[in-house]
């Protein structure tokens, strides 16, 4: 193993925690898109005018604020882990406090990244599975804040799933990808319908079956 080649988990990693904070955007804003969605689409069917949005609000706009005070983030104060330390895990403005899994979270997806930069090296197997694992963690806590899993997560990992099968950058070849995806979906549906025909009840949403999908391919 080379010198540069060694190096490779740690920069890697370092990407991880950029990647990471993205990440908790994506998790603290996409509930609330999707909620405004949907009060879209109700007053769209129910032929009211929708309510006009304070400004626009997406994964990339506004920056970043504290929830308590509505300070807006320097690019200081959103430098990964560091800011967190430095900060003492408050607010600059307003001293609230700001909650630790912020910094946890982009711990984790830097460990995700370089333990894949170690076990495949600077691949685009190493593309494929950084991907997988943030979109996982992603959706792993949007469903723990919301019991929500978003058709943006769940269907564009399927979709990688399989394109990274039929390009050889995973472990499987790409009809044992499909059969997966295909026996993923099946099984949680079927568990869906027969305990839905036993109890009357939902057991579970739909956005179960996809996932199960996406990591059967």
């Known amino acids: ?32 898109m999707l909620e405004a969605q949907w009060d879209r689409d109700c007053a769209e069917h129910l032929g009211q005018a929708p309510q006009a949005e304070a400004e626009r609000f997406n994964l990339m706009v506004p920056r970043s604020r504290c929830q308590a005070c509505g300070h807006t983030l320097s690019w200081y104060e959103n430098i990964p882990v560091l800011s967190y330390v430095v900060l003492r895990g408050q607010c600059k403005a307003c001293k609230a406090p700001i909650s630790l899994r912020y910094p946890l979270i982009e711990i984790v997806t830097g460990g995700l990244f370089a333990w894949c930069a170690h076990r495949w090296g600077l691949t685009f197997s190493t593309l494929a599975w950084c991907g997988f694992a943030a979109t996982l963690l992603a959706l792993a806590m949007i469903d723990w804040d919301t019991t929500l899993l978003p058709d943006d997560l769940t269907l564009p990992l399927l979709w990688a799933g399989l394109m990274a099968a039929a390009a050889g950058w995973t472990q499987v070849d790409l009809r044992t990808a499909l059969w997966g995806a295909v026996a993923g979906y099946l099984s949680l549906w079927l568990i869906y319908w027969a305990f839905k025909l036993l109890t009357g009840k939902e057991g579970m949403g739909y956005g179960d079956f996809k996932l199960y999908a996406a990591l059967g391919a």
């Open 1 to 32: 193993m080379s010198w540069a080649v060694g190096w490779d988990p740690l920069w890697v990693g370092l990407l991880g925690l950029l990647f990471g904070s993205f990440l908790n955007v994506v998790i603290y804003r996409m509930p609330k």
